[in-house]
């Protein structure tokens, strides 16, 4: 923060970004800034930018898992056991790669004959599994 004050401090003086760049390498040696982000710098002030902190990015979006979001894919999920992780991320518009450890690891689901089904079966569920997946 205290070198990126020399952007508002040295421009005022009148100083190219040649000279500012000279005078930063003295004072600072080889943890100076570039002659390139010092000429930024001074393009940004003289457009008005009078900011020392960086603006925010885009970017890739932070990863949330909320309780509203794991709701509407289970309810997703029981409407159709059919879906694809890649059409529930559609249509919820979140990235496919938060959707499946949401099923795997909040639901407790995994896919098994192309339908997902909870990862804890009873003794009867497991006989009835087996005897579908046979007469398929």
Request: glycine share 4%; aromatic share 6%; net charge positive.
């Amino acid at each position: 923060m205290e070198t990126r004050a020399v952007k508002f401090f040295h421009p005022l003086q009148g100083k190219a970004p040649k000279e500012i760049h000279a005078i930063l390498t003295e004072a600072l040696g080889e943890h100076a800034l570039s002659y390139a982000i010092i000429k930024t710098w001074v393009a940004q002030f003289k457009r008005g930018n009078f900011s020392a902190c960086d603006a925010p990015r885009p970017g890739r979006p932070k990863t949330v898992t909320t309780p509203e979001i794991i709701d509407q894919i289970h309810e997703l999920i029981l409407e159709d056991r059919r879906i694809s992780a890649k059409s529930i991320a559609e249509q919820l518009g979140i990235s496919r790669e938060r959707v499946g450890p949401i099923i795997h690891e909040d639901l407790d689901m995994r896919k098994l004959s192309a339908k997902w089904v909870p990862k804890c079966l009873n003794a009867n569920q497991k006989r009835q599994r087996c005897h579908s997946s046979e007469q398929l």
